[in-house]
């Protein structure tokens, strides 16, 4: 999990980084705020679940359910949260960001593990 995490941070830091080269600071931030946007309520699932998981027992099929309705809600509220406070947000560096990011997992997949 968190080799995931850590792939859809730097996947937003690199696309952050690319707006920045091509476009303008407006651009880099909402790239920015978009991709953590994703990556950071996904870091706090992973570190749910995996909290859970050490629990007397084992996991619980709740705490996924109830920590995956949290991650909505967080990436729902970051969401407002950018556009309430920043409001020069470059919705189509935004949203890239934050497609990236979401599917940058797949960049796991096709990767062989020693």
Not at 8 to 32: H, M, P, T
Not at 66 to 81: C, D, P, Q, R, S
Not at 85 to 111: E, G, H, M, Q, T
């Amino acid at each position: 999990m968190a080799r995931i995490v850590l792939l859809q941070i730097a996947a937003a830091l690199v696309v952050a980084v690319l707006a920045a080269v091509f476009g303008n600071v407006s651009q880099a931030l909402s790239a920015l705020f978009g991709g953590l946007c994703c990556a950071l309520p996904n870091a706090f699932f992973a570190i749910r679940l995996f909290a859970g998981t050490k629990k007397p027992g084992g996991a619980n099929p709740m705490t996924f359910f109830v920590g995956e309705f949290i991650k909505i809600a967080l990436t729902i509220a970051m969401m407002f949260a950018v556009v309430y406070w920043y409001r020069d947000v470059n919705w189509p560096a935004f949203l890239i960001a934050f497609i990236v990011v979401l599917k940058s997992y797949f960049i796991l997949l096709f990767r062989q593990r020693p």
